[in-house]
């Protein structure tokens, strides 16, 4: 007797919606994927009941005839590839042609849908229910489709009961939705819950859209967010080295090939509990990629507090033919050929873009003015391990174009719908006049350091404004005042900031003061432990640790780093080895160093209670200034904050 038969199709349908279709935002992305793959301008999207009554997704695109419309039923069917080759270089959104069908299996759908195009006469509408279709009939409709999901799941009971509480389900697809707003800015995209619009984003203006996309991009991320946190631009256009490993090694010439990365990251100390706020596309897709969340943190190294995650709305725009998106069902995750070298190269991008943000001669674009009052110590090297310069270089004019998707066809211009006193759209430079201008009537007050001419930037970095000098609180925060407000300084953490930079700098070249121990000690370990060390004493001798071997499993101390003080080179050696146990992912030389230097600089930076003198101050408050990344202690903890103005005349309620 013959058990094994082939499934039929609505089945077959159904196991694939199982993969396809999780919950109700799962049908919403696959729709607004289709719309955008269909050159839409405009979409709106509906849901009722968290997506389980109602998911409408209606879009002015192309459209499909009938014979289309029927075909996108069946199971991979699609119009965006045809040939293997073509899955190597997919610059639409959908290609795997499974979405239509499976959502159609598992809900009552409508498809009502009109070709463009004047000779189009009519459109057809097609019912479809748990797969099965009930009818099909011409029908009047604009062009452009809608497609109606009902009852999502009515007709498998168990995935239905997995689905969360409708304001779980509803928050995915909110969420969902900003994703898309933020990618696509030059899309009318309006959202409607409940019958209650949500967003409604009018589109941006076509040929405007490349200049523009910077600014559109914030405007869209000030609706979505509003003005809350401090957010740095991101644009670098690079090319990097993506010849295969075979063709390196058979001695063929380097492959260079564009990669762009553009965005808005949060500036130094901005940060969140969780990576909600975390956002990254690549090729305008948004994506759940290991590599790039750890280039992000990378980047943020000892500026970001354990357990915080960087806030970031970023694009990297890269040729299709360097990612696959075809490993994962819903298209969520992608991998690129050289995993490696993007993961360096964004995090060297959003290093820069960090360091040139807290950087205030560079923010001034006055370097050259004061390169000669630059100390030494600012002088870095590039750091550890990171890649060597060739394998980024700048765009030039006749490189090859990057490779930009961009399905809309005729977006118009931006201008937010909102009520027009919505504290959100509130500009602040409207809202508070000169608030961030330096005035020429400023007290004259002793200064514990003025820069030599006012910064009326809007939204200057703290440590590039005039800051006069106030006194003490609780002997550890240093008061100043600024034209914007009262700035506090933790002596402590600016400390720690500037010694983490002075000791990094001296081990990234290879200086790292080392102190010979009275009496050198042994230390015996296990197999695994000394074999861990024994692959990283090269390292070690960089940093000053004198390590070295003195049998199979044991080791010999004689010399430490000198700002280590106060620890028993064994009991060193042992913490040491607990950090690179649960470092847990391949530690680079820099992360080593990092780490060691983050956690003794603390111990030696001035305690809270350390009375400092005017004259210290002066000196911390510059070496601060010339630090890297000043804004944060080496953990992550702010090392300047500020109360504005705005926010004083609120507590005294001078204003409302
Ligand atoms: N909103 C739409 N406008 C125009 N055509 C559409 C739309 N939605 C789906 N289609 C057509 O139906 C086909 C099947 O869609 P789908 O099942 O999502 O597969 P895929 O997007 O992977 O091709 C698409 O290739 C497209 O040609
Ligand atoms: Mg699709």
């Not at 509803?170 to 309006?190: D, N, S, W």
Request: one cysteine or more; glycine letters at 6%.
């Amino acid at each position: 007797m013959n058990r094994v038969k082939l499934l039929s199709e609505q089945v077959a349908n159904q196991i694939a919606a199982g993969e396809v279709i999780e919950r109700p935002v799962s049908v919403v992305k696959e729709l607004v994927e289709n719309a955008i793959d269909a050159q839409s301008t405009r979409i709106t999207v509906e849901i009722t009941g968290g997506g389980r009554t109602l998911i409408r997704v209606s879009d002015d695109g192309i459209g499909m005839s009938e014979g289309d419309a029927l075909m996108s039923l069946e199971r991979h069917a699609t119009s965006k590839i045809q040939k293997t080759e073509d899955l190597a270089k997919i610059s639409t959104m959908g290609f795997r042609g499974e979405a239509i069908p499976s959502i159609a299996s598992v809900s009552r759908m409508t498809i009502l849908t009109r070709e463009r195009g004047d000779d189009v006469l009519e459109g057809c509408e097609i019912s479809i229910s748990g797969g099965k279709i009930l009818s099909v009939k011409a029908a009047g409709a604009p062009a452009g489709t809608t497609i109606e999901v009902r009852n999502l799941f009515f007709n498998l009971p168990a995935r239905r009961k997995f689905l969360k509480s409708e304001e779980t389900e509803r928050g995915h697809i909110q969420h969902y939705i900003t994703l898309v707003a933020m990618a696509y800015p030059g899309l009318a995209l309006t959202y409607i819950q409940d019958g209650k619009t949500i967003f409604q984003f009018p589109a941006g203006k076509a040929d405007e859209l490349e200049s523009m996309r910077m600014k559109l991009l914030k405007e869209r991320m000030r609706l979505l967010y509003g003005t809350g946190d401090d957010l740095i631009e991101v644009n670098n256009s690079i090319q990097y080295d993506s010849t295969p490993d075979e063709d390196i090694s058979a001695g063929l010439p380097a492959q260079m090939v564009p990669l762009k990365l553009w965005g808005l990251i949060g500036a130094p100390g901005v940060s969140r509990s969780s990576r909600d706020r975390q956002h990254l596309f690549v090729n305008m897709r948004p994506v759940d990629n290991k590599g790039l969340n750890y280039a992000l943190l990378d980047a943020y190294q000892n500026a970001l507090m354990k357990g915080r995650y960087p806030v970031c709305c970023l694009f990297l725009v890269l040729d299709p033919s360097e990612v696959d998106v075809n490993i994962h069902p819903a298209k969520r995750e992608v991998k690129f050929h050289k995993e490696a070298a993007i993961r360096r190269i964004v995090s060297r991008i959003l290093r820069t873009a960090l360091e040139d943000y807290s950087d205030p001669f560079k923010c001034n674009e006055r370097k050259e003015l004061l390169d000669e009052s630059k100390p030494e110590q600012n002088t870095v090297q590039p750091p550890l391990d990171l890649p060597s310069k060739p394998e980024m270089k700048p765009v030039e004019t006749n490189a090859p174009k990057v490779f930009e998707y961009r399905p809309y066809t005729q977006p118009l211009p931006f201008s937010p719908v909102r009520a027009k006193n919505d504290p959100i759209q509130t500009d602040r430079k409207t809202v508070y006049p000169g608030q961030y201008h330096v005035s020429s009537q400023a007290p004259e007050v002793e200064c514990a350091e003025i820069r030599p001419e006012p910064v009326p930037l809007t939204n200057a970095p703290l440590l590039t404004v005039p800051l006069r000098f106030l006194g003490v609180l609780n002997k550890l925060y240093l008061l100043f005042e600024s034209d914007r407000g009262l700035v506090l300084v933790d002596q402590h953490a600016a400390h720690e900031r500037v010694l983490f930079e002075r000791l990094m700098s001296q081990a990234e070249q290879g200086k790292a003061e080392s102190q010979q121990l009275l009496l050198s000690e042994t230390v015996e370990l296990g197999m695994r432990d000394a074999s861990l060390i024994r692959e990283k004493l090269p390292v070690f001798h960089r940093l000053g640790i004198g390590l070295h071997e003195f049998g199979e499993r044991t080791f010999l101390i004689d010399s430490l780093p000198s700002f280590i003080k106060g620890i028993s080179a064994k009991k060193f050696i042992l913490d040491l080895l607990d950090d690179l146990r649960a470092a847990g992912r391949e530690l680079t030389q820099a992360d080593m160093a990092e780490e060691l230097i983050a956690s003794h600089s603390c111990r030696l930076a001035v305690k809270a209670n350390d009375i400092v003198n005017r004259e210290e101050i002066d000196h911390l408050m510059d070496d601060l200034r010339h630090c890297r990344m000043p804004y944060t202690c080496p953990h992550g903890r702010p090392t300047i904050i500020e109360i504005s103005q705005r926010d004083l005349e609120k507590k005294f309620r001078r204003v409302l």
